[in-house]
């Protein structure tokens, strides 16, 4: 795998850098201005060809619909989990199976001026909440996984952030916090070794619907390899409304140029292994 590559000479902590150069909106922005230099040079067929590609790739990734046809074709995402489609997993059962519910780290903000002190981002806060929520519905207790990502300031880790919050906003402290994981792949690698030293042998995995490939593919690899029968089962977030097609799936925005963002970016890490 490309991941393991990348670990076994070092650069590692180049991988945000090498995703920047080939994911958009670079490499349209190159294609731009590479059409534009044909078309001076009198080139114009490949010129015009290029700007017009260049161009209709920075429109069509800053729609909702190309976010959805991307998603589909790349990552299409395991339903969301129903409470009343696996009451089976409940472990007021006897001799249950132990299950875990496990929330994986999205970044956190070494400082927020407006709470005076370290933050999670929207998309952790947002994989947070669910896991406490299902954790209150269910009984299971909850485990947080993240560190310090690569090229980050030093500081509190995610999982010290997380557990704090968890704890004084929402009174519901996390069982478990993994706090040295700096990707998915570390995610698992440290997590899945702590669960199994637990007894658990079910995880609840909570992560956007985006990630959720890329982070069962983690830890189910992790779980073969230490020979621990660990069934994981996805428990996505952040998943779009399904519904008809319309005119405003068409038009530009912000919040759409992220989300094909990340769903290429997702589909890139699963390519290299990650």
């Known amino acids: 795998m ?17 995703g920047a150069l080939v994911l958009p909106p670079l490499p349209l922005i190159a294609l731009v201005l590479l059409g534009a230099v044909a078309v001076h040079k009198r080139r114009r067929v490949l010129g015009w060809t290029l700007l017009l590609l260049g161009c209709f790739g920075l429109y069509f990734l800053a729609t909702p619909a190309a976010a959805r046809l991307l998603t589909a074709a790349l990552l299409p995402s395991p339903p969301a989990f129903s409470l009343s489609e696996d009451e089976l997993l409940r472990q007021n059962r006897p001799n249950a199976p132990s299950t875990a519910i496990v929330v994986l780290g999205a970044g956190r903000r070494q400082y927020s001026p407006e709470y005076g002190m370290s933050n999670l981002t929207p998309a952790t806060i947002e994989r947070l909440r669910f896991g406490l929520w299902l ?13 310090i990502g690569y090229s980050e300031e030093p500081g509190p880790s995610e999982a010290e952030i997380a557990s704090r919050i968890a704890a004084s906003e929402f009174q519901h402290p996390l069982r478990w916090t993994e706090e040295r994981a700096r990707d998915t792949t570390e995610n698992a690698a440290l997590m899945v070794p702590l669960l199994r030293d637990a007894g658990v042998r079910r995880v609840v995995l909570v992560t956007h619907g985006y990630h959720q490939p890329r982070a069962l593919r983690a830890f189910k690899s992790v779980a073969a390899r230490i020979d621990w029968p660990i069934e994981f089962i996805p428990a996505p977030v952040g998943l779009p409304a399904s519904g008809p097609w319309e005119a405003g799936d068409f038009l530009p925005g912000g919040n759409a140029f992220l989300n094909s963002w990340l769903v ?10 990650a």
């Open 135 to 147: 954790s209150r519905q269910t009984g299971w207790p909850v485990g947080y996984t993240g560190g």
């Open 2 to 18: 490309i991941n393991g590559w990348f670990a076994e000479v070092g650069l590692s902590g180049w991988k945000a850098v090498i």
């Open 264 to 273: 290429l970016h997702e589909a890139l890490g699963l390519l290299a292994g």
